[in-house]
């Protein structure tokens, strides 16, 4: 690991060692060990979630990659002589590598040791009413509504009917009301937590010392993949949950690795640079510069507006700035973000409630702000054991009235007469812990993921061109992702362009002289299959770029070369580039059949076949210049092809209305303020109605113009006035109130006109 031997390393690793030996740990080490290690020789981009992060011995064997002496991370948060049982090392992956890493964990233990592990899915409450509502024969739309009634659960815990029914006064009132929901209501409730399906857990693999069917009834999985799964769910298999003891092992696959190992790749193959994403240096300056100017989208966990605008204030400049923003955004640490970005700017505000806090607190400005942080102050300040410490955590997460007040006593009493606090500075204390503990990130698995969206971001700002490619490559499904990565490639100037049959792969390609521009790849072509991309770049790759429309349709044999793929082809602009003299889209659609004649007498297999002969090549093609289409023509069928507009923007015909408007979406969320009005020509993208309670319509739009995209409503009224115009792929001139709920903007809609 190139570190320097210090004795407060062999310390640390002696007491490590000590209590991963004598509570039978070593193995289970050793094994993760080897699965990482095979990892890395793979290629397979892995990180190590959770409290796993705070062991030296497991950084020094490859388990973990951020070393817990520079982060401070306590080894006793994984596991402390006085803990029971045994916690999991959660293993995330590139998500499009995980079914490498199961084979190769059957390969090395055993085809018949190793298995993932199934789980019972159960009747959650909407879904329980929703599916009594159908056994019984109602309408769907009865079933719907009383789902619809019962509010979501919150902090982690799902919601009941009963509690439901405390809840949501109207829910109330129909079951009291009416006898078919109340039927359907009490049945609910007494199905509410049966199992309802078998299914794969998302993460768990069993590893076995002998045949699993000696420990486990197994099964094939219910998807008919071939693979086989426990019939124990992980509460059953595993010993840390008192089942039968197997060990458990978690193989997560997340996007964003397989996104980073892409754009590593992308990176060595265009600019000939090794890019060791392990080692990268967390100074870079471009990475703080490029984040402090909110310029995060795309990147693991510090994107999104509200994130983005806090960054902007912080100016992050350390890794620990990161780290803590990943801890700190969510309910409840939330409301701390701006004494900690007051206290990075202004040192003179930092204070610490007690010297002996200092320790633990300097890296976060004497704020807590991971659940470590109360962890620690239980135990230097209370006289707490690791082991006490762990069931105030558990205490605080359940919320529990009685719990709570037996352990605010105990850990009062511990500042009071262990840490020899005043009363006053031991209810501060409790005052800063109660509101936070239960929504406290652990500090280790903050130094992870903040190391994965450092990552993310160091490649943004460094090599944008290769990572933006592995990011729409990584979503080429989701038309949403794709027109926001456009976006902000277009952002960033680096030119976004169709497909192309010269240059395109099958994914979004890297190309130009200097490397710095995105082509869509030709598998982003909607009914445009597999086959015929594979074929247009095997004979490309075989025989070198096609030199005219003639060489094209003479060259590619493929069947599947048809009137639906060429036509296809055609509009979404891949043969503009063989095309240019013959007067582009509109006249190879206007002569289309012509080309396909011309395409199956040159790739004719018998000469007597063909009316050119064998050795006669075909005569170069000439098409009569045809109508010029109209730029709206072309976005139309790029909107269609390719999920997004490409060659302009529907708005790009409204010009001096959006000139007029001073404003623009992007703008909008930069600084949203509730109540701030806008008027300002947008595209509709997403229309989504509902019904109120009193069975009104209403709407719930994402509307964008060439800088972003916002959520936005419009109510009852308005939408009965103007339903024919509020579809997808209309241009409007909305006037609006800006709504920020969760630092999330949204847009109130109050008047509109077609554009």
């Known amino acids: 690991r190139g570190l320097t031997e210090t004795k407060e390393m062999t310390d640390r690793i002696d007491y490590e060692l000590d209590i991963i030996i004598t509570k039978g740990f070593a193995v289970y080490y050793l094994i993760v060990a080897d699965l990482l290690r095979f990892a890395k020789s793979a290629g397979i981009l892995t990180t190590t979630r959770g409290s796993a992060a705070g062991s030296l011995?497991?950084?020094?064997?490859?388990?973990?990659?951020?070393?817990?002496?520079?982060?401070?991370?306590?080894?006793?948060?994984?596991?402390?002589?006085?803990?029971?049982?045994?916690?999991?090392?959660?293993?995330d992956m590139?998500?499009?590598?995980?079914?490498?890493?199961?084979?190769?964990?059957?390969?090395?233990?055993?085809?018949?040791?190793?298995?993932q592990i199934g789980t019972f899915g159960t009747m959650m409450a909407r879904a329980a009413v929703r599916d009594v509502a159908r056994a019984l024969g109602h309408s769907y739309t009865i079933g719907d509504r009383l789902a619809k009634l019962i509010p979501m659960g919150s902090q982690g815990f799902p919601m009941t009917i009963e509690k439901a029914l405390e809840l949501e006064p109207d829910l109330k009132a129909i079951y009291d009301e009416d006898e078919d929901a109340k039927e359907i209501i009490d049945l609910a409730r007494r199905i509410e937590g049966c199992v309802r399906h078998v299914g794969v857990h998302a993460a768990g693999i069993v590893v076995a010392p002998t045949p699993l069917t000696e420990w486990s009834p197994v099964q094939p999985d219910p998807k008919g993949t071939g693979k086989l799964i426990t019939q124990y769910d992980m509460y059953s298999i595993t010993d840390e949950y008192g089942g039968v003891g197997l060990l458990k092992f978690d193989f997560l696959g997340i996007k964003n690795l397989a996104i980073l190992a892409d754009a590593v790749a992308r990176v060595k193959e265009t600019r000939a640079i090794e890019v060791d994403i392990e080692n990268v240096p967390i100074d870079d300056p471009k990475t703080y510069q490029m984040l402090a100017r909110g310029e995060t989208e795309g990147t693991f966990q510090l994107n999104g507006s509200g994130m983005t605008r806090w960054l902007k204030e912080l100016k992050p400049s350390t890794i620990h700035d990161i780290n803590a923003m990943v801890a700190l955004y969510r309910p409840g640490p939330m409301e701390t973000i701006p004494t900690y970005i007051e206290r990075k700017h202004n040192p003179k505000l930092i204070r610490y409630l007690d010297p002996r806090m200092q320790e633990y607190l300097d890296f976060s400005y004497g704020i807590l702000v991971y659940q470590d942080d109360v962890l620690l102050t239980a135990i230097k300040l209370a006289g707490y054991s690791w082991l006490e410490a762990d069931a105030l955590r558990k205490a605080m997460g359940k919320k529990i009235p009685a719990v709570m007040q037996a352990e605010k006593e105990k850990l009062l009493k511990g500042f009071i007469e262990y840490g020899k606090l005043t009363k006053p500075l031991a209810e501060k204390l409790w005052e800063l812990i109660e509101p936070f503990a239960a929504y406290g990130f652990n500090k280790a698995h903050a130094a992870s993921y903040g190391k994965v969206a450092y990552q993310t971001a160091y490649m943004k700002a460094n090599y944008p061109v290769e990572y933006l490619a592995a990011l729409l490559t990584a979503d080429s499904g989701d038309t949403d992702?794709?027109?926001?990565?456009?976006?902000?490639?277009?952002?960033?100037?680096?030119?976004?362009?169709?497909?192309d049959v010269n240059e395109s792969g099958t994914v979004f390609t890297v190309v130009g002289k200097e490397k710095e521009a995105i082509r869509f790849g030709l598998s982003s072509i909607k009914n445009f299959g597999d086959g015929i991309s594979e074929a247009i770049i095997a004979e490309r790759t075989a025989h070198g770029p096609f030199t005219s429309l003639s060489d094209f349709l003479a060259r590619v044999g493929s069947k599947n070369l048809n009137r639906k793929s060429l036509e296809s082809l055609i509009k979404c602009g891949a043969l503009d580039s063989l095309s240019a003299d013959t007067g582009g889209r509109g006249t190879l659609l206007e002569h289309i059949e012509t080309m396909l004649a011309y395409h199956r007498e040159a790739t004719a297999t018998a000469p007597q076949d063909s009316l050119f002969g064998a050795l006669m090549p075909p005569p170069p093609l000439s098409l009569p210049q045809g109508k010029p289409i109209s730029l709206l023509e072309?976005?139309?069928?790029?909107?269609?092809?390719?999920?997004?507009?490409?060659?302009?923007?529907?708005?790009?015909?409204?010009?001096?209305?959006?000139?007029?408007?001073?404003?623009?979406?992007?703008?909008?969320?930069?600084?949203?303020?509730?109540g701030m009005l806008i008027i300002l020509p947008v595209l509709i993208s997403v229309v989504r109605t509902i019904l109120t309670k009193s069975g009104e319509k209403m709407a719930f739009l994402t509307i964008g113009d060439t800088t972003d995209s916002i959520e936005a409503v419009v109510f009852p009224k308005l939408f009965k006035e103007h339903a024919a115009v509020i579809v997808p792929d209309t241009c409007l001139l909305i006037k609006g109130k800006v709504t920020v709920r969760n630092g999330e903007p949204s847009i109130a809609i109050e008047e509109l006109k077609p554009l």
């Open 634 to 674: 072309k976005l139309a069928w790029e909107k269609e092809l390719l999920g997004i507009y490409i060659s302009g923007h529907p708005l790009d015909a409204h010009e001096a209305l959006v000139k007029k408007a001073h404003l623009s979406i992007a703008k909008i969320k930069e600084e949203p303020r509730t």
């Open 481 to 499: 992702a794709i027109a926001i990565f456009v976006a902000e490639a277009k952002r960033m100037q680096i030119p976004v362009l169709p497909p």
């Open 57 to 91: 011995v497991a950084y020094l064997i490859g388990i973990t990659n951020v070393n817990p002496l520079f982060y401070k991370l306590p080894f006793e948060r994984f596991l402390n002589p006085q803990r029971p049982k045994a916690p999991d090392i959660d293993m």
């Open 94 to 115: 590139a998500d499009n590598r995980r079914d490498d890493m199961i084979a190769y964990a059957k390969r090395k233990y055993g085809e018949d040791h190793v298995a």
